[in-house]
């Protein structure tokens, strides 16, 4: 749905985007993250149209950015990190607008009221853009790139401005979007990219460093594979009963944490998921499982690993930003 193959990009001596190539899938939710100053918004520019690339293709449902530009455009909805809003329009003047800049086929009052419930903003729908809250005014610019209901979506920071609960629902829908539509995200939100996307790309200096899913990024980059469990219950009771559990190789006690609480540190025999066993072996034997977590690193742990290995290799070649 989405190929890009040897983007590059320079702004005279300068490279923004260095030979990258990478491909999204349809119904495929792709995460893209890089550290500002990376090259990702000029990526996404150029996968947009708004920016020719000095080298390379991008092809967007089968057609070229660069020599098909009106039909790759017409299958992609773009929501840019400040929303193309026009002001002085009421919400339903500015929908109107963009549906005929589509030049939408679809039925215009239907359409638009479909979404504008997804995104709950049918009741501002005849307010003044200008009145509305920055978590409303986000909204309406998400609703802009649903029109024409098209194949592909861009998304760059999708939940700005928005409160908790509204993250929340943004982020269900993002996720439902995903069974119809080919979508990279881009967010400075971490754990939100994580809960959503099914693939991760990292961008650093203009190149790729990762591609892959947040686990398998986790366990390859994650030296420390053991897991602590706090349980309640004697260590000499619960000792023997987790070394005799299959799938855990080595335990270390790591004392009290809480009242007759102790946690143990899990070593797993060859990468095995031991979770099912360990919770049904102290549910049997009524020892409570008060905690369980991985020490495997989260996304924001190799995200900062990665941009700042490949920032100090650049910095000992003698490149720059």
Known sequence: MIEVKNLTKRYGSHCAVNDISFRVEE???????????????????????????????VTINGHDILDEPNEAKASIGYLPELPPLYLDMTVREYLDFVFDLKKCKFNRAKHIAEICKLMRIDHVYHRLIKNLSK????????????????PVLILDEPTVGLDPKQIIEIRTLIKNLGKHHTVILSS?????????????????????VADDTAEDLSAKYSSDRRMLARIAGPEKDVLPLLKSIHGIADVAVLGEKEPDVIEYALEPNDGADFRKELFAALAKAGRPLVGLKSMEMSLEEIFISLTREARSATIQKGGND
């Open 135 to 150: 978590g409303y005014r986000q909204r309406v610019g998400f609703a802009q790139a649903l029109i024409g209901n098209p």
């Open 27 to 57: 119904g495929e939710i792709l995460g893209f993250l890089g550290p500002n100053g990376a090259g990702k918004s000029t990526t996404m520019n150029i996968l947009t149209g708004y920016l020719s690339a000095t080298e390379g293709t």
């Open 188 to 208: 400075h939100i971490l754990p939100e990219i994580e809960a959503v996307c099914d693939r991760i790309v990292i961008i650093n200096n203009g190149e790729i």
